[in-house]
């Protein structure tokens, strides 16, 4: 019951990175469209802040998904030594500072939204747009990584087997 | 409360969490809440908002991820045997023989590629197995690559450059535009390493010469789109007609057409190639988010402004400040991957370097170049896990194998600081 | 108290020194201390008007005309030809004040002083004979204004970002624009541009502002001695805008570049499409747009 909720969730995840990788090509054709246009004399105002919104929702989309395939990056140097119950107990510690830290970003991401859409706030740029909506899928993203953590710190408490960095297969850090 | 009591609380906080194993962005994230919290009365989660949707939604980072996406296209082509075949005929005959083609597809791949550890990958997937074949050393051959692949650092794009770029609000192009030059010429320090190894060496040095010389016209044809490649990249940025954001969007394109081209363009290599860049983006983004927060942490604080300020009033002479950042560095390098040391240091170094006088593009070079050296150093060092995963052999063999390399990166910081018309020289002359 | 003050631009602008001036008089007559945090180090430029407003900072500097999308009245000072050269955008100035100080504390923030950028010019890198010698060039547009003002003019609006302004000029992405002097003498555009015409079309203006509940926790005593200081750096500010104006152009002919004035016929053009603009714009500000309108022409 627990694994194929598990999973359902995991389902959500990938969707997100899905749809952040939709997001991506449409930041690449969104950039070529203004290459294209300053070519053919057009005036292409608003594609670059277009852009930097496409990039804030794809990267935000994709955190959580990321997130469950061991993507981002930790040091885990000091504690690889470390093996079974003690190595658990930071494992739990390390989720919950996380947890709690990626709550705290979704709920004000979410705060920031709303004040946008109170205030209609706009924004300076030549697209005028109202800033909440570009906000949205952001926050949205960030609510995402911090149930996908939460999630990860449930299965390290009861479900440690799924989880456990000791024997979980690696995708190993990407890199720059 | 005083400074030196909060930059300690900082760093602790950092430190305890960072060994700990939490995720970096978190860390930081953790750190600069908790600085907020202790030193100033300002909103912290307000703040934390809009400092990160600004810098998120920023149009001169879209350049990033669509240059990892370009690097991911390309590592699924053709590309590393393409290089390999293309170049093996004319590099062989130094002394050293094919270990040169390490280096000389590494500055190739490096001039379309962003990333060291994706420059590693693509050229050793095929060198690897093809001087294994003909005995070279295996030292070398990991030596030679792990070194070499840093390259793609330094030579633009560069990823780390671009986050430099943006953390100081320096133009990108111009960065690229001098990071080329000090680029060819660690390349060239590479290879005089391998020619100088090679005749110290010549009783033991005794490598398989069966190279297949067939098709050589067609090698070279088929090293055409490649530079092509390099051309709408490089060139469109140094020509000016296209801003950094922009030749990564037609080297996306470029690269797509490649690979069709190649026909190793499939719906699944497309897929996984898009998949691949997002959650690089991602990982990058979390990391640059906790870092952004802090120096907004720092700047309430007045950390930054206080220690440019002391190290001001030491009357340091440049020379003994790039001294004391390069140990700095490596030390820092050898625990941190290179993003995130650029990113956690800047806040405090920026201001340090101007009120120093240093030129920013100079300093950009630099800071590559010592940011490089972190990524073959042990314990944590990307090239090295990438030619771990690559070769098998365990850590403390390819961090012995890389140090040669490193050491030439150490007297090429040295030349730097002699000659710092390497970096500024280009730039001053394209912008004209 | 400690207030950390948001500012945009460079240490070295003389926004930023002015305020860095301000800061130091407060804090001196004052119990409160005011920090600046020059080169958006702290909030960037874009970021500035809403922290403040939200009170992640208590007081900041921001470029009134950016805040266009929020409400057409920040614009006003950026009606081309409206009100051109020092006199008349003091005027404008002073007539639009009441209506900017309402705006702002409808969005609970209270204003200090505003300080104008030097006038903006017309670069281009052929001479502007008459309007055929205009007509298909590359024009930077920054924002919508300046994007009308140059199809108005046979010109095609292109879209380059500060940073790149250089390089667009010297590759042709870009063949003139508006801007102040302070633009071309940053970004040396003398290397580019050939021709500067001292138009003075309009003069842009920063503000400084505070979040209106940290300026209620303030007490008399620490608000007159803030807004004495205002006072005293509005003055400077200004006086320092108008000497730099002289120098910019200065430098532009020391050179090389031709500074001169445009053909009556091109002006009448520049000046016909500013007109509509203005038009435009009263429709969007309303009734209080209209007022300050009013009050600006009583004032001529
Ligand atoms: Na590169
Ligand atoms: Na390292």
């Known amino acids: ?176 | ?432 | 108290e400690k207030w950390d003050m948001a500012l945009a631009y460079a240490a070295t602008n003389y926004h930023s020194e002015i305020a860095a001036e301000f800061a130091a008089e407060v804090t001196a007559n004052t119990d409160l201390e005011i920090v600046t945090h020059p080169g958006g180090s702290l909030f960037g430029g874009s970021e500035i008007f809403g922290a403040v407003r939200k009170g992640l900072t208590p007081i900041g500097e921001r470029l009134i005309s950016a805040l266009g999308n929020d409400d057409a009245l920040y614009e006003v000072d950026s009606v081309p030809f409206l009100a051109t050269g020092f006199d008349g955008a003091r005027k404008l100035y002073d007539a639009s004040r009441p209506a900017l100080i309402e705006t702002l504390e409808e969005a609970r923030l209270h204003f200090l002083y505003s300080c104008p950028w030097p006038p903006q010019g017309f670069y281009s890198v052929r001479e502007a004979t008459d309007l055929d010698a205009l007509a298909g060039m590359k024009f930077r547009a920054y924002n919508a204004t300046t994007s009308k003002m140059a199809e108005g003019l046979g010109m095609v609006p292109t879209k380059v970002e500060a940073a790149e302004l250089a390089q667009a000029f010297a590759t042709g992405t870009a063949q003139s624009m508006i801007s102040s002097g302070a633009t071309g003498y940053d970004r040396k555009l003398w290397e580019h541009v050939s021709y500067y015409y001292d138009v003075k079309a309009w003069l842009p203006r920063n503000m400084v502002i505070v979040n209106g509940k940290a300026w209620a926790g303030l007490d008399d005593a620490t608000r007159e001695a803030i807004n004495t200081a205002a006072a005293n750096a509005e003055e400077k500010c200004w006086a320092k805008a108008e000497e730099l104006d002289g120098w910019y152009v200065e430098q532009f002919t020391a050179n090389d570049m031709t500074v001169g004035t445009l053909p009556p016929e091109v002006q009448a053009a520049f000046e016909q499409v500013g007109a509509e603009i203005k038009a435009q714009w009263a429709e969007r500000a309303g009734e209080k747009g209209q007022a300050v309108l009013d009050a600006y022409e009583a004032m001529n």
């Open chain 2, 1 to 432: 409360m005083s400074e030196a009591l909060s930059i300690i609380i900082f760093l602790s906080t950092l430190f305890v969490l960072l060994g700990l194993g939490v995720w970096v962005g978190v860390s930081l994230l953790v750190t600069a809440i908790l600085g907020m919290a202790l030193f100033t009365s300002v909103p912290i989660g307000d703040a934390m908002a809009v400092t990160i949707w600004g810098e998120q939604s920023s149009w001169t980072l879209t350049a990033l991820p669509l240059f990892i996406w370009m690097g991911e296209i390309l590592f699924r082509t053709k590309l590393s045997e393409t290089l390999f075949r293309g170049l093996a005929p004319f590099l062989r005959r130094l002394p050293g023989g094919l270990l040169h083609v390490n280096v000389g597809a590494s500055a190739v791949f490096a001039a379309i590629s962003g990333s060291s550890a994706a420059t590693v990958a693509t050229v050793g997937k095929m060198s690897i197995p093809e001087l294994s074949r003909r005995n070279y050393p295996e030292h070398m051959i990991i030596g030679t690559l792990s070194g070499a692949g840093t390259l793609g650092l330094l030579i633009p794009p560069s990823i780390s450059m671009i986050i430099f770029g943006v953390t100081v609000n320096e133009s990108i192009s111009k960065l690229f535009m001098a990071a080329m030059i000090p680029g060819l010429a660690l390349a060239l320090m590479f290879m005089a390493y391998i020619v100088l190894w090679s005749l110290l060496n010549r009783s033991t040095f005794n490598p398989v010469q069966d190279f297949d010389m067939s098709g050589l016209a067609q090698r070279l044809v088929d090293l055409v789109p490649v530079l092509l490649l390099i051309a709408a990249v490089i060139g469109s940025i140094y020509s000016g007609i296209a801003t950094a954001t922009e030749a990564a969007a037609l080297g996306v394109l470029g690269s797509l057409i490649l690979s069709a081209w190649q026909r190793s363009l499939t719906r699944d290599s497309f897929v996984a190639s898009v998949i691949g860049s997002v959650r690089t983006t991602a990982m990058i983004m979390l990391i640059l988010m906790g870092a952004g927060f802090l120096s907004l942490a720092m700047g309430f604080t007045g950390i930054p402004r206080a220690l440019a300020e002391t190290i001001e009033s030491w009357q340091l002479s440049p020379l003994a400040l790039i001294a004391i950042l390069t140990l700095f560095y490596i030390v820092l390098g050898c625990f941190l991957d290179g993003l995130s040391s650029i990113v956690l240091t800047m806040a405090v170094i920026e201001p340090m370097v101007r009120a120093a006088g240093f030129d920013m593009l100079w300093f950009g070079v630099y800071l590559m170049i010592v940011v490089e050296m972190a990524q073959i150093t042990p314990p944590i060092g990307f090239n090295l896990f990438v030619l771990q995963g690559m070769t098998g052999r365990d850590m403390g063999f390819i961090s012995r194998a890389s140090f040669p390399m490193f050491v030439v990166m150490c007297v090429f910081v040295v030349i730097l600081v002699l000659v710092p018309g390497l970096a500024t020289w280009l730039p001053g002359v394209l912008s004209k």
């Open chain 1, 1 to 176: 019951m627990m694994r194929s909720l598990s999973s359902f969730l995991d389902g959500i995840y990938r969707l997100g990175g899905l749809l952040a990788g939709v997001g991506l090509v449409c930041l690449c054709l969104l950039v070529l469209y203004s290459i294209l246009a300053r070519l053919l004399g057009l005036y292409a105002g608003g594609a670059t802040d277009f852009a930097g919104y496409v990039m804030a929702t794809a990267t935000f989309l994709a955190l959580a998904d990321t997130f469950r395939t061991n993507g981002h990056i930790r040091v885990q140097l000091l504690v690889q030594k470390i093996i079974g119950t003690p190595r658990r107990v930071i494992e739990i510690l390390c989720l919950a500072i996380m947890s709690g830290a990626t709550a705290y970003l979704a709920y004000y991401l979410a705060r920031l939204t709303h004040d946008s859409y109170d205030f209609g706030e706009r924004s300076e740029g030549a697209d005028a747009v109202l800033l909440w909506m570009p906000q949205t899928p952001v926050a949205f993203g960030a609510a995402l990584l911090a149930l996908s953590v939460l999630h990860t710190l449930i299965q390290a408490l009861f479900d440690y087997d799924a989880v456990n960095p000791e024997t979980s297969g690696h995708e190993g850090p990407n890199e720059v």
